[in-house]
């Protein structure tokens, strides 16, 4: 090697010895700046200058910041009483993040007393303040990242979490977050999730209250809920956590992943003031019998004011998903809660696919309260549904109780499949006046039927919107396709639907001739993500056409509406029904209590309040030899699901001149 080569290496050498030495291992942020009114490129440079701690000094005033990156190899130390605050006016972009990390590791935020993350949730839920709906704006959020601690600190009122753990997308797989530590953290006032949890191996969340998560749905204290079937929920503990206030459940599993999972829930206390379940469990379609694994519950005490303790979705008994439950304590703390809790333990179905429900043990559960009612409650509009592999014993009240001989003895946990009504109809008799249009949002499957004349043209518009307002990445441009069936049974296809690129909804108008006279059915589809129906469907008829809207009536037989803030729809559902000559007793289920139905003689009748979410109004004509039309009013509503019963058409229109008549 030559001597020039050598002078030079040598220099480049003790050019980086002396370039290392120049990165300190601690730093004070305010080394780099404090500006009260946006630190933002203080503090960012603080973080990227290289050292591996740096501290948050209390200045007095909080660290007023736009959002920031961390990195790896990073302990970032909050003195007590500092405070990192989301700057006003700023975070317009719906997944602004105070702070946010991708595929890094080795990052610890640690706290002394009091020091905080805070955003200004009451700020992005204002719409005269202009911020687009979302709920991802979060106080942090760590996509693939591992070996991290987040240890004594207030993280409070996020547009979204409080702290997300997702997974990153690399060239040949996705990656989770692993190794990841929550303790002693107060998480308060988030407007989706204290935590939501998307993907995550070896996590610990310790000594934490998780508490008032209200704003958009789910709204739990923690959520696993992963975006695909693949995500990983392996080797995690919540334990000496309390949940308080949530609007929803303290913990909810919508575990539907194809990979198994396991985790624990031990020594937590869960209360709430509001009707919700503390713990609750959510298979989503499609992947609801795929992965395994188990959820144990242990030595937790559920403290729920009004409602039920224990919630199952869909929660299939064909899968190899297990749940626990062993050394817990369900209380009903609250006299009023009998106005509203149906039982302590409720399943519900809303999937046709869904039919046994199950998969659960009880080891010395002890529940107390929920008097006069049964120990488990299925809700459903639809039928062919079983509550079965329930096993262990709960002491009730001190009574013990074998969970299996429960659920076989109780007949309203067996339901007969959906028997659907068959009835010739012939054109509606009345004139047609102006008179309401039902314009809420069908959300699942429905058929639109419609009195057709051969030969006549008949027109109809169909307005898709995204059913939270705004556009859905993931289903813009899908197509979909709508299949008219006439009265004889002959099926076409209507030109394709296509899921606009941009903007919430979308209108397409539709034009035919009849090749005959009669009752036209038109398939509604619902478009999903996740197992979820994402869109609506509004039904606008020309002013001649006679319609009205019909769940499938050969599958479940349901009608569902869907209404939220930003769909732009009535929050009213009203319309009319027939009811058949020689039909003296009839029934309509609802998951909404405050439903009206009026008979021609202007009688009212509404559901009984009672100890159950979902109702039956149960109904004797005095006069049961008479064809009736009567009225259906439901309001204020943001899902709304009922039920006629299978003596009943159950075709329900605007108003009596476009209702289709039985023959």
């Known amino acids: 090697m030559g001597e020039k080569i050598r002078v030079f290496l040598a220099v480049l050498f003790a050019g980086c010895l002396l370039c290392a030495a120049e990165v300190p291992e601690v730093v004070n942020a305010s080394s780099f700046g404090f500006n009260a009114e946006d630190a933002t490129g203080c503090l960012q440079k603080a973080i990227d200058s290289g050292a591996k701690k740096v501290i948050i000094e209390n200045m007095g005033s909080p660290w007023i910041v736009r959002p920031l990156k961390l990195r790896s190899n990073l302990h970032l130390f909050f003195k007590a009483g500092a405070v990192v605050e989301a700057k006003r006016g700023a975070y317009y972009d719906i997944r602004d993040t105070v702070f946010s990390a991708r595929n890094c590791h080795r990052i610890t935020l640690e706290g002394e007393k009091d020091a905080a993350i805070r955003m200004h949730k009451k700020d992005y839920q204002n719409p005269k303040l202009k911020y687009a709906r979302s709920q991802w704006r979060n106080c942090i959020r760590l996509i693939g990242c591992y070996n991290v601690t987040i240890r004594n600190l207030k993280l409070l009122s996020s547009g979204g979490d409080g702290i997300t753990l997702g997974r990153s997308y690399g060239k040949d ?16 006032d988030h407007h989706r999730q204290g935590i939501s949890v998307i993907s995550a191996i070896g996590l610990v969340i310790r000594n934490c209250t998780i508490s008032n998560t209200r704003g958009t749905e789910p709204e739990a204290g923690i959520d696993f809920e992963p975006d695909y079937p693949d995500e990983k929920f392996n080797d995690i503990l919540i334990e000496n956590c309390r ?14 992943t194809t990979t198994p999972i396991d985790i624990t829930v031990r020594n937590c206390t869960l209360a709430s003031k509001f009707a919700a379940p503390q713990f609750s469990f959510c298979f989503l379609e499609p992947f609801a019998k795929s992965g395994g694994g188990l959820v144990r519950i242990e030595n937790c005490r559920v403290e729920n004011t009004l409602g039920s303790s224990l919630f199952f979705m869909n929660f299939a008994s064909d899968t190899n998903y297990q749940v626990q439950f062993k050394d817990v304590e369900l209380i009903e703390r609250s006299a009023r809660s009998r106005n509203i809790a149906p039982s302590p333990i409720v399943f519900t179905a809303t999937s046709p696919k869904t039919s046994g429900m199950g998969g659960i043990h009880f080891d010395n559960v002890k529940i107390t309260g929920y008097k006069g009612v ?13 509550v079965e592999k329930v096993t262990g014993k709960v002491i009730w009240n001190g009574r013990t109780i074998d969970a299996a001989e429960a659920a076989a003895a109780d007949v309203a946990l067996h339901r007969a499949p959906y028997r659907a009504p068959q009835f010739a109809f012939r054109a509606p008799v009345k004139k047609l006046s102006p008179g309401r249009t039902m314009s809420a949002g069908i959300r699942w499957e429905s058929d639109i039927v419609f009195w057709a004349v051969k030969n006549e043209k008949a027109s109809f518009e169909i307005e898709q919107r995204y059913y939270d307002g705004r556009p859905n990445s993931v289903l813009r441009g899908r197509s979909m396709s709508y299949i008219l069936t ?27 001739v009849p090749e005959e006279t009669g009752l036209y059915r038109l398939r509604i589809p619902v478009v999903r993500k996740k ?5 609506v469907t509004l039904f606008h008829g020309s002013p001649a056409l006679r319609w009205g809207i019909q769940g ?3 599958q479940e037989g349901r009608l569902s509406f869907r209404n939220q803030p930003g769909m732009k729809c009535p929050d009213t559902v009203e319309g009319v029904f027939e009811v058949p000559a020689g039909v003296t007793d009839f029934w309509i289920d609802s998951n909404i209590m405050d439903i009206t139905v009026t008979d021609p003689a202007g009688r009212k009748y509404t559901v009984p309040r009672a100890r159950s979410q979902q109702q039956r109004l149960s109904i004797r004509r005095a006069n049961g030899t008479k064809t009736e039309v009567w009225k259906l009013k439901v309001e204020k509503f943001v899902t709304l699901e009922f039920l006629f019963s299978g003596n009943l058409p159950g075709i329900f229109s605007p108003d009596e001149g476009r209702l289709p008549r039985v023959r």
């Open 173 to 188: 797989a996705r990656i989770a977050c692993r190794n990841v530590l929550i303790e002693n953290c107060l998480i308060d």
């Open 243 to 256: 949940f308080t206030d949530n609007h929803w459940s303290g913990i909810n599993f919508s575990i539907f």
């Open 374 to 386: 049964p120990l488990f409650n299925l809700q459903s509009m639809l039928g062919g549904k079983d």
């Open 486 to 512: 006439s009265p004889s049974g002959k099926t076409a296809p209507l030109p394709e639907f296509i899921i606009p690129q941009n903007g919430a909804s979308c209108v397409k108008k539709y034009e035919f």
């Open 531 to 535: 197992g979820g129906g994402r869109m």
């Open 552 to 554: 499938i009536a050969s």
